[in-house]
């Protein structure tokens, strides 16, 4: 008998509370990066009203206009209507931001320190991240949360093009998939749930959306007669963005990663520069992941890596094929380890991850987007080659 089972992904727009937040952080982040690429950054951003609050510790040499980053942020998301409480020139901007610590600073930092058993660079904390890849889709990512994605990305793209003047920038998605026997079939359900202007009906938002949107980026042969389409369930979505909810930095992590699919250490992305393996080893461990995949070692693969604060070498690796490997799990951690090193000196080298790329992180997933270093499948061949040892 086939074994067959739903699963859901969401995703979130732009203008989503939590992810006005994530965006603002990586901004902060970015322009530090941009005039100090030495710079440590923990930037978290609350968003509540008309009101933005920014916290952390960042010390860099970078010369930076705070106000003016959080308003181009805001601008760039669309908060710029006469109506919008919260309103990329009219919001209040409060700076907590302090320096690092040097406790965490000489840990992280690649120089002797009284205590420190190496004078390498060390984890910037302790912690536990994944990695996770599959071949279901082109990106090498699962299914439901691609789609998610892609409504979305499809959503903003309609409104930020003047397709819908009622379209307004806080959203969400969600898409379920029905799997038989390990591979998607059909799209059981779609959710949308949009911000809009109080003048619009909620009939011409349901059609314009089913039309315009789901049809346009989710393939046809998956969406069936019994798909079921539920577009603003609540019936009304005028309220939105940081006046209907607050909003944090760090919040949507299974948004960021894999939609649930793949595990999740715990850590959040934005606002934290790539000494924090929190960031930079979840992203280590896509790429190795990725090249796994592509390789055709395994259709799925999830990697998990731990650090402990101040220590150059990750406390334990571990590969799991999910029983797809074309060779035994340990024989393909030990090409890994051949091929892959996570110090996080290393991981910062072979990523290149100092230079102001993390804005283009922040929406719709850190990972399955051409053009970031960790998505590349440039170590396949070498893995093939260490496996055959």
């Known amino acids: 008998m086939a074994k067959s089972f739903v699963f859901s992904s969401e995703s979130v727009g732009e203008g989503h ?41 960042i010390t860099t040499r970078s010369r930076l206009n705070y106000e003016a980053i959080v308003r181009e942020a805001i601008r760039g998301i669309g908060y710029v209507n006469d109506d919008d409480v919260f309103h990329a020139d009219k919001v209040f901007v409060h700076n907590l931001l302090t320096r690092q610590s040097p406790d965490i600073a000489q840990g992280v930092d690649a120089r002797k320190a009284s205590g420190k058993k190496t004078a390498e660079q060390g984890a ?23 789609f998610a994605h892609r409504l979305g990305r499809g959503l903003t793209a309609l409104r930020k093009g003047g397709k819908a003047a009622w379209l307004r920038p806080d959203a969400k998605s969600q898409v379920s998939i029905r799997y038989v026997d390990g591979k998607p079939v059909e799209i059981v359900n779609v959710v949308i749930s949009t ?6 009906t909620h009939g011409v938002i349901e059609d314009f959306l089913i039309e315009r949107l789901v049809r346009k980026v989710l393939p046809a042969r998956m969406l069936t007669k019994k798909t079921e ?42 606002g934290k520069d790539p000494s924090k393996v929190d960031r930079s080893a979840a992203y280590m461990c896509r790429w190795v992941a990725k090249n796994i995949v592509a390789a055709g070692l395994a259709d799925a693969v999830e ?30 951690a030990r090409a890994v380890a051949r091929v892959f090193s996570f110090k996080p000196a290393d991981i910062i080298r072979q990523l290149n991850l100092l230079h102001p790329i993390y804005r283009r992180t922040t929406n719709y997933g850190h990972f399955g987007k051409a053009g970031l270093s ?16």
């Not at 960790?374 to 496996?387: G, S």
Request: glycine residues 14%; aromatic residues 6%; contains cysteine.
């Open 17 to 57: 509370p939590d992810k006005v937040a994530d965006l603002i952080s990586d901004s902060v982040l970015d322009a530090c990066l941009a005039g100090d690429r030495s710079s440590r950054v923990a930037c978290e951003t609350l968003v509540k009203s008309n009101q933005v609050v920014l916290a952390g510790e």
């Open 229 to 270: 389409f539920l577009i603003n369930p609540t019936g009304r979505f005028v309220v939105g963005g940081p006046e209907g909810d607050s909003g944090l930095t760090g919040r949507k992590i299974i948004v960021d990663t894999y939609g649930g699919w793949g595990r999740h250490g715990g850590g959040a992305f934005s």
């Open 374 to 389: 960790w998505e590349r499948t440039n170590r396949a061949a070498a893995l093939r080659a260490a496996v055959g040892r």
């Open 303 to 332: 990697i998990q890596v731990a650090y402990a604060i101040g220590h150059p070498d990750p406390v334990s690796i571990h590969v799991d094929t999910q029983g797809t490997g074309r060779h035994d799990d340990a024989k393909i």
């Open 124 to 146: 910037g904390d302790q912690g536990l991240m994944f990695g996770f890849a599959c071949n279901e889709t082109p990106e090498l990512m699962p299914t439901p949360v691609m």
């Open 195 to 200: 911000q809009h202007t109080a003048d619009v």
